[in-house]
Protein backbone atom coordinates (compact mmCIF):
# COMPACT_ATOMS: atom_id res chain seq x y z
CA UNK A 1 0.00 0.00 0.00
CA UNK A 2 3.22 2.47 1.17
CA UNK A 3 4.40 1.60 -2.30
CA UNK A 4 1.23 2.28 -4.16
CA UNK A 5 0.65 5.15 -2.54
CA UNK A 6 4.51 7.07 -3.69
CA UNK A 7 3.58 5.94 -6.81
CA UNK A 8 6.78 3.28 -7.51
CA UNK A 9 6.24 0.84 -9.90
CA UNK A 10 7.09 -3.15 -8.85
CA UNK A 11 9.55 -3.21 -11.80
CA UNK A 12 11.39 -0.47 -10.15
CA UNK A 13 11.79 -1.85 -6.65
CA UNK A 14 12.50 -5.39 -7.99
CA UNK A 15 15.17 -3.22 -10.13
CA UNK A 16 16.51 -1.88 -6.76
CA UNK A 17 16.64 -5.45 -5.15
CA UNK A 18 18.07 -7.37 -7.15
CA UNK A 19 21.61 -6.16 -6.04
CA UNK A 20 20.78 -6.01 -2.37
CA UNK A 21 22.35 -7.95 0.19
CA UNK A 22 21.19 -7.69 3.68
CA UNK A 23 17.94 -6.38 4.50
CA UNK A 24 18.95 -2.85 6.80
CA UNK A 25 21.09 -1.61 3.53
CA UNK A 26 17.79 -1.90 1.37
CA UNK A 27 15.61 -0.77 4.49
CA UNK A 28 17.68 2.79 4.34
CA UNK A 29 17.65 2.72 0.65
CA UNK A 30 13.71 2.14 0.34
CA UNK A 31 12.64 4.54 2.85
CA UNK A 32 15.15 7.20 1.56
CA UNK A 33 13.90 6.61 -1.80
CA UNK A 34 10.54 6.47 -0.89
CA UNK A 35 10.10 9.90 0.87
CA UNK A 36 13.59 11.64 1.02
CA UNK A 37 11.65 14.40 3.28
CA UNK A 38 11.26 11.55 6.06
CA UNK A 39 15.10 11.44 5.79
CA UNK A 40 15.57 14.90 6.43
CA UNK A 41 13.25 15.26 9.06
CA UNK A 42 13.71 12.50 10.98
CA UNK A 43 18.05 13.77 10.37
CA UNK A 44 16.56 17.61 12.05
CA UNK A 45 13.86 16.24 13.90
CA UNK A 46 12.47 15.91 16.77
CA UNK A 47 12.54 13.80 19.22
CA UNK A 48 11.38 10.28 18.99
CA UNK A 49 7.33 10.38 20.14
CA UNK A 50 6.37 8.03 22.21
CA UNK A 51 2.79 7.21 22.47
CA UNK A 52 0.38 5.16 24.94
CA UNK A 53 -1.16 3.66 21.86
CA UNK A 54 -4.35 5.97 22.01
CA UNK A 55 -6.05 7.46 19.05
CA UNK A 56 -9.02 9.73 18.52
CA UNK A 57 -10.82 10.72 15.32
CA UNK A 58 -12.81 14.23 15.73
CA UNK A 59 -15.54 14.92 12.73
CA UNK A 60 -13.03 13.85 9.90
CA UNK A 61 -13.92 13.88 5.96
CA UNK A 62 -11.99 13.01 3.17
CA UNK A 63 -12.56 13.20 -0.47
CA UNK A 64 -10.25 12.34 -3.05
CA UNK A 65 -8.89 15.33 -5.62
CA UNK A 66 -9.76 13.79 -8.58
CA UNK A 67 -13.43 13.26 -7.17
CA UNK A 68 -13.50 16.72 -5.00
CA UNK A 69 -17.30 16.05 -4.84
CA UNK A 70 -17.33 12.56 -3.14
CA UNK A 71 -16.45 12.27 0.61
CA UNK A 72 -15.28 9.29 0.81
CA UNK A 73 -15.10 9.75 4.76
CA UNK A 74 -17.87 11.76 5.97
CA UNK A 75 -17.90 12.97 9.85
CA UNK A 76 -16.54 10.37 11.19
CA UNK A 77 -15.49 9.96 14.60
CA UNK A 78 -14.64 7.33 16.95
CA UNK A 79 -12.17 6.44 19.97
CA UNK A 80 -9.68 3.57 20.84
CA UNK A 81 -8.05 3.98 24.24
CA UNK A 82 -4.78 2.02 24.88
CA UNK A 83 -5.06 -1.50 24.41
CA UNK A 84 -8.43 -1.67 23.34
CA UNK A 85 -9.43 -2.95 19.90
CA UNK A 86 -11.78 -2.06 17.46
CA UNK A 87 -13.04 -3.45 14.12
CA UNK A 88 -14.38 -1.76 11.02
CA UNK A 89 -16.66 -3.77 8.92
CA UNK A 90 -19.01 -2.96 6.39
CA UNK A 91 -19.89 -3.16 2.19
CA UNK A 92 -17.15 -2.61 -0.11
CA UNK A 93 -16.23 0.58 -1.08
CA UNK A 94 -17.77 1.59 2.16
CA UNK A 95 -14.35 3.32 3.22
CA UNK A 96 -12.59 1.41 5.36
CA UNK A 97 -9.65 1.39 3.47
CA UNK A 98 -9.38 5.35 3.16
CA UNK A 99 -9.67 5.35 7.67
CA UNK A 100 -6.54 3.19 7.76
CA UNK A 101 -5.33 5.45 4.79
CA UNK A 102 -5.73 8.36 7.16
CA UNK A 103 -4.52 6.54 10.19
CA UNK A 104 -1.22 6.07 8.64
CA UNK A 105 -1.20 9.33 7.39
CA UNK A 106 -0.74 8.74 3.67
CA UNK A 107 -3.52 11.24 3.24
CA UNK A 108 -4.54 14.11 5.46
CA UNK A 109 -8.24 14.66 6.11
CA UNK A 110 -9.80 17.74 4.65
CA UNK A 111 -11.25 18.64 8.21
CA UNK A 112 -11.89 17.20 11.36
CA UNK A 113 -8.61 16.20 13.23
CA UNK A 114 -6.81 12.62 14.31
CA UNK A 115 -4.87 12.43 17.62
CA UNK A 116 -2.54 10.13 19.04
CA UNK A 117 -2.77 10.06 22.55
CA UNK A 118 -3.19 14.24 23.31
CA UNK A 119 -1.27 15.06 20.17
CA UNK A 120 -2.67 15.92 16.84
CA UNK A 121 -1.14 14.00 14.03
CA UNK A 122 -0.57 17.45 12.00
CA UNK A 123 2.01 17.80 14.85
CA UNK A 124 3.48 14.78 14.36
CA UNK A 125 6.49 13.83 11.48
CA UNK A 126 5.18 10.71 9.89
CA UNK A 127 8.25 8.75 11.38
CA UNK A 128 7.16 9.64 14.89
CA UNK A 129 3.56 8.47 13.86
CA UNK A 130 4.33 5.51 11.91
CA UNK A 131 7.40 4.67 14.55
CA UNK A 132 3.92 4.08 17.20
CA UNK A 133 2.09 2.64 14.61
CA UNK A 134 2.24 -0.84 12.71
CA UNK A 135 0.34 -1.57 9.71
CA UNK A 136 -0.43 -5.35 8.02
CA UNK A 137 -2.09 -5.43 4.98
CA UNK A 138 -3.47 -7.74 3.30
CA UNK A 139 -0.86 -7.86 0.56
CA UNK A 140 2.29 -7.67 2.44
CA UNK A 141 5.45 -6.75 0.41
CA UNK A 142 8.06 -9.10 0.87
CA UNK A 143 11.49 -9.02 -0.90
CA UNK A 144 14.00 -11.56 -2.13
CA UNK A 145 15.71 -11.50 1.31
CA UNK A 146 15.67 -14.50 3.96
CA UNK A 147 12.62 -14.47 6.63
CA UNK A 148 14.36 -13.19 9.31
CA UNK A 149 15.48 -9.94 7.03
CA UNK A 150 12.17 -9.69 5.92
CA UNK A 151 11.05 -9.60 9.59
CA UNK A 152 13.31 -7.28 10.68
CA UNK A 153 13.50 -5.09 7.41
CA UNK A 154 13.21 -1.67 8.83
CA UNK A 155 13.73 -1.76 12.51
CA UNK A 156 16.14 0.47 13.09
CA UNK A 157 17.22 -0.89 16.68
CA UNK A 158 19.02 -3.98 17.63
CA UNK A 159 16.44 -7.28 17.06
CA UNK A 160 17.53 -10.21 18.72
CA UNK A 161 17.32 -13.45 17.03
CA UNK A 162 14.63 -14.58 20.42
CA UNK A 163 12.64 -11.75 19.33
CA UNK A 164 12.20 -12.97 15.95
CA UNK A 165 11.21 -16.27 17.32
CA UNK A 166 8.80 -14.77 19.32
CA UNK A 167 6.94 -12.87 17.39
CA UNK A 168 6.68 -15.68 14.64
CA UNK A 169 5.23 -17.72 17.50
CA UNK A 170 2.65 -15.06 18.26
CA UNK A 171 1.83 -15.05 14.20
CA UNK A 172 1.75 -18.37 14.11
CA UNK A 173 4.02 -18.94 11.79
CA UNK A 174 7.04 -20.40 13.11
CA UNK A 175 6.15 -23.46 12.70
CA UNK A 176 6.13 -23.32 8.85
CA UNK A 177 8.94 -21.52 8.98
CA UNK A 178 11.08 -24.42 11.14
CA UNK A 179 10.24 -26.71 8.22
CA UNK A 180 11.44 -24.97 5.59
CA UNK A 181 14.61 -25.87 3.58
CA UNK A 182 17.57 -23.87 4.39
CA UNK A 183 19.09 -22.38 0.98
CA UNK A 184 22.41 -22.61 2.79
CA UNK A 185 24.95 -22.48 -0.41
CA UNK A 186 23.63 -18.66 -0.70
CA UNK A 187 23.69 -17.20 2.32
CA UNK A 188 26.27 -16.00 4.17
CA UNK A 189 27.07 -16.75 8.15
CA UNK A 190 26.01 -13.79 9.09
CA UNK A 191 22.43 -13.90 7.89
CA UNK A 192 21.69 -17.35 9.74
CA UNK A 193 20.13 -17.41 13.18
CA UNK A 194 22.23 -19.38 15.55
CA UNK A 195 19.39 -20.29 17.41
CA UNK A 196 17.22 -21.76 14.80
CA UNK A 197 19.08 -21.91 11.93
CA UNK A 198 16.97 -24.05 9.67
CA UNK A 199 14.52 -22.06 8.18
CA UNK A 200 14.65 -19.03 9.04
CA UNK A 201 17.60 -18.35 6.65
CA UNK A 202 15.33 -19.60 3.58
CA UNK A 203 15.18 -17.02 0.94
CA UNK A 204 11.83 -16.06 -0.39
CA UNK A 205 11.91 -16.00 -3.85
CA UNK A 206 10.83 -12.19 -5.48
CA UNK A 207 7.72 -10.65 -3.43
CA UNK A 208 7.83 -13.46 -1.88
CA UNK A 209 6.66 -16.00 -4.88
CA UNK A 210 7.69 -18.97 -2.22
CA UNK A 211 5.03 -18.52 -0.04
CA UNK A 212 1.45 -18.78 -0.15
CA UNK A 213 -0.60 -15.82 1.11
CA UNK A 214 -1.11 -16.81 4.03
CA UNK A 215 1.99 -17.45 4.75
CA UNK A 216 3.03 -14.14 3.71
CA UNK A 217 0.39 -12.60 5.61
CA UNK A 218 1.57 -14.64 9.13
CA UNK A 219 5.48 -13.21 8.22
CA UNK A 220 3.71 -9.67 7.85
CA UNK A 221 2.56 -9.61 11.57
CA UNK A 222 5.64 -11.28 12.54
CA UNK A 223 7.05 -8.23 10.74
CA UNK A 224 4.56 -5.53 13.01
CA UNK A 225 5.57 -7.10 16.03
CA UNK A 226 9.16 -7.12 15.83
CA UNK A 227 8.64 -3.33 16.05
CA UNK A 228 7.46 -3.40 19.25
CA UNK A 229 4.00 -0.70 18.25
CA UNK A 230 2.13 0.89 21.00
CA UNK A 231 -1.19 0.41 17.72
CA UNK A 232 -1.32 -2.67 15.08
CA UNK A 233 -3.63 -1.75 12.02
CA UNK A 234 -4.50 -4.76 10.73
CA UNK A 235 -6.02 -4.34 7.50
CA UNK A 236 -7.87 -8.22 6.22
CA UNK A 237 -4.47 -9.02 7.51
CA UNK A 238 -5.51 -12.68 8.02
CA UNK A 239 -7.81 -12.86 5.21
CA UNK A 240 -5.81 -15.76 3.41
CA UNK A 241 -5.29 -17.73 6.75
CA UNK A 242 -8.13 -21.18 7.25
CA UNK A 243 -10.17 -20.27 10.55
CA UNK A 244 -7.95 -22.15 12.85
CA UNK A 245 -4.61 -20.19 11.77
CA UNK A 246 -6.73 -17.10 11.61
CA UNK A 247 -8.17 -18.18 15.29
CA UNK A 248 -4.95 -19.23 16.79
CA UNK A 249 -3.21 -15.73 15.54
CA UNK A 250 -6.14 -13.46 16.86
CA UNK A 251 -5.37 -15.47 20.17
CA UNK A 252 -2.35 -14.79 20.33
CA UNK A 253 -2.90 -11.11 19.48
CA UNK A 254 -5.91 -10.30 21.54
CA UNK A 255 -4.63 -6.42 23.05
CA UNK A 256 -5.58 -6.55 26.19
CA UNK A 257 -2.59 -9.56 26.99
CA UNK A 258 0.01 -6.94 25.33
CA UNK A 259 -0.99 -3.78 25.83
CA UNK A 260 -1.03 -3.02 22.22
CA UNK A 261 -4.00 -1.31 20.52
CA UNK A 262 -5.96 -2.69 17.68
CA UNK A 263 -7.67 -1.32 14.41
CA UNK A 264 -8.79 -3.93 12.43
CA UNK A 265 -10.81 -4.26 8.89
CA UNK A 266 -11.96 -7.75 8.49
CA UNK A 267 -14.86 -8.93 5.87
CA UNK A 268 -15.52 -12.65 7.73
CA UNK A 269 -16.68 -11.02 11.33
CA UNK A 270 -15.22 -14.12 12.72
CA UNK A 271 -12.28 -12.28 12.59
CA UNK A 272 -13.67 -9.44 14.95
CA UNK A 273 -16.52 -10.00 16.85
CA UNK A 274 -14.28 -10.38 19.94
CA UNK A 275 -13.16 -6.59 19.37
CA UNK A 276 -14.27 -4.03 22.22
CA UNK A 277 -16.18 -1.99 19.90
CA UNK A 278 -17.23 -2.74 15.83
CA UNK A 279 -17.90 0.06 13.71
CA UNK A 280 -20.23 -0.24 10.70
CA UNK A 281 -19.24 1.88 7.77
CA UNK A 282 -21.40 2.46 5.06
CA UNK A 283 -21.07 5.16 2.57
CA UNK A 284 -17.95 6.85 4.12
CA UNK A 285 -19.92 6.80 7.02
CA UNK A 286 -20.38 5.22 11.11
CA UNK A 287 -24.03 3.92 10.79
CA UNK A 288 -23.41 1.17 13.89
CA UNK A 289 -21.34 0.91 16.88
CA UNK A 290 -21.39 -1.45 19.97
CA UNK A 291 -19.98 -4.84 20.56
CA UNK A 292 -20.40 -7.86 18.75
CA UNK A 293 -23.61 -9.23 21.08
CA UNK A 294 -25.08 -5.02 21.03
CA UNK A 295 -24.95 -5.14 17.21
CA UNK A 296 -26.28 -8.18 17.05
CA UNK A 297 -29.25 -6.97 19.11
CA UNK A 298 -30.13 -4.57 17.12
CA UNK A 299 -31.15 -6.61 14.48
CA UNK A 300 -30.53 -4.09 12.03
CA UNK A 301 -26.91 -3.72 9.34
CA UNK A 302 -24.31 -5.95 11.18
CA UNK A 303 -27.03 -8.65 12.20
CA UNK A 304 -28.20 -8.46 8.63
CA UNK A 305 -24.24 -9.53 7.91
CA UNK A 306 -24.18 -11.97 10.74
CA UNK A 307 -26.66 -13.74 9.06
CA UNK A 308 -24.98 -13.97 5.53
CA UNK A 309 -21.78 -15.45 7.03
CA UNK A 310 -23.98 -17.70 9.30
CA UNK A 311 -22.72 -16.55 12.17
CA UNK A 312 -24.21 -16.70 15.67
N1 LIG B 1 -7.55 6.73 -5.55
C1 LIG B 1 -8.87 6.93 -5.49
N2 LIG B 1 -9.45 7.97 -6.14
C2 LIG B 1 -10.79 8.19 -6.07
N3 LIG B 1 -11.63 7.39 -5.35
C3 LIG B 1 -11.11 6.34 -4.69
C4 LIG B 1 -9.71 6.04 -4.73
N4 LIG B 1 -9.49 4.93 -3.97
C5 LIG B 1 -10.70 4.55 -3.49
N5 LIG B 1 -11.66 5.38 -3.92
C6 LIG B 1 -13.11 5.32 -3.58
O1 LIG B 1 -13.24 5.50 -2.18
C7 LIG B 1 -14.35 4.77 -1.69
C8 LIG B 1 -13.95 4.00 -0.45
O2 LIG B 1 -13.02 2.99 -0.81
P1 LIG B 1 -12.33 2.04 0.29
O3 LIG B 1 -11.27 1.27 -0.42
O4 LIG B 1 -11.95 2.82 1.46
O5 LIG B 1 -13.54 1.09 0.67
P2 LIG B 1 -13.48 -0.21 1.56
O6 LIG B 1 -14.63 -0.09 2.50
O7 LIG B 1 -12.14 -0.40 2.16
O8 LIG B 1 -13.76 -1.32 0.47
P3 LIG B 1 -13.25 -2.87 0.43
O9 LIG B 1 -13.95 -3.53 1.57
O10 LIG B 1 -13.72 -3.34 -0.91
O11 LIG B 1 -11.75 -2.84 0.57
C9 LIG B 1 -14.84 3.89 -2.84
O12 LIG B 1 -15.99 4.49 -3.39
C10 LIG B 1 -13.70 3.93 -3.84
O13 LIG B 1 -14.19 3.84 -5.15
Known amino acids: MLLSNVGW ?12 VTASSATKLVFSLLNPQLEKEDATSAAQFISDGAVQAE ?4 AYLS ?26 GGGKSRLVNLLMRFYDPNSGQLWLDDTPF ?4 PFQLRSNIALVSQEPVL ?11 GVEEEVSDEQVLEACRLANAADFIRDFPEASANIPKVLRLPTSPSGYATVVGEKGRSLSGGQKQRIAIARALVRRPKMIVLDEATSALDSQSEKAVRVALESSAH ?8 HRLDAIRHCDEIC ?31 LS
Not at 59 to 62: M, R
Not at 69 to 90: E, H, I, P, Y
Not at 259 to 266: D, R
Open 9 to 20: TTFTMNQCFKEM
Open 59 to 62: SISF
Open 67 to 92: RPGKRVLNDVSFTVDRARSVAFVGPS
Open 122 to 125: SALT
Open 143 to 153: FRATITDNIRL
Open 259 to 266: GWTSVMIA
Open 280 to 310: YVEEGRIVERGTHTELVGKRAKYYEMTKQQR
